[in-house]
Nanobody, 123 residues
Framework: QLQASGGGLVQAGGSLRLSCAASGRSFSTYAMGWFRQAPGKERVFVAAIHWNPGITFYSDSVKGRFTISRDNAKNTGYLQMNSLSPEDTAVYYC??????????????????WGQGTQVTVSS
């Protein structure tokens, strides 16, 4: 029900925009988030957005470089990633939950998950 896309190969300093398209139900009243998993590491929280698009939360590692947004009319969430570095290389996942609970986002305990999209940043 969640489909992530937009990953690819980009040089350090470049930008990418990931999309998370929802289907099967309206996610306009769901909080959405992005996570990433680097090779050999655990999946970690990146960013979250309330169903009210003005409320967002970021991990310290991406704050100021990444921007999470959503278009409820299109049932789609986005992650704009700027100033990318090789340390951002990972599989990126989108997720959604009925509850706006930052503890759940930080621990990854969300209801719905999309498949991952690979982001590779070359130096």
């Amino acid at each position: 029900q969640l489909q992530a896309s937009g990953g690819g190969l980009v040089q350090a300093g470049g930008s990418l925009r990931l999309s998370c398209a929802a289907s099967g139900r309206s996610f306009s009243t769901y909080a959405m988030g992005w996570f990433r998993q680097a090779p050999g590491k655990e999946r970690v929280f990146v960013a979250a957005i309330h169903w009210n698009p003005g409320i967002t939360f970021y991990s310290d590692s991406v704050k100021g470089r990444f921007t999470i947004s959503r278009d409820n009319a299109k049932n789609t969430g986005y992650l704009q990633m700027n100033s990318l570095s090789p340390e951002d290389t990972a599989v990126y996942y989108c997720a959604a939950d009925r509850e706006w609970n930052l503890a759940k986002f930080k621990s990854g305990r969300l209801l719905y998950w999309g498949q991952g999209t690979q982001v590779t940043v070359s130096s």
